[in-house]
């Protein structure tokens, strides 16, 4: 059975724990890999370009980030 079966297999929920433990996995040894060079260049744009949001604690800026990400699923 491939991975790819394997995860159309899961609910979202499962989906989401797997993600959970992928990122775990690979940020406790981030030496191991490296992020593409257009990373560096969102970056460097968003520090020259700061957001105009207001800060939100951690729990707000989480939710926040979740609701927009739902309404991306949602239009497409």
């Not at 929920?13 to 406790?28: F, T, V």
């Amino acid at each position: 059975m491939s991975l790819e079966s394997m995860l159309a297999g899961l609910t979202s929920s499962e989906k989401l724990a797997a993600m959970d433990i992928l990122w775990r996995h690979l940020s406790a040894k981030p030496g191991e890999f490296s992020s593409p060079d257009w990373h560096g260049d969102v970056l460097d744009a968003r520090v020259a370009q700061p957001s105009t949001r207001p800060r939100l604690p951690l729990d707000a800026a989480v939710e926040d980030v979740r609701d927009r990400l739902n309404a991306r699923r949602t239009q497409g």
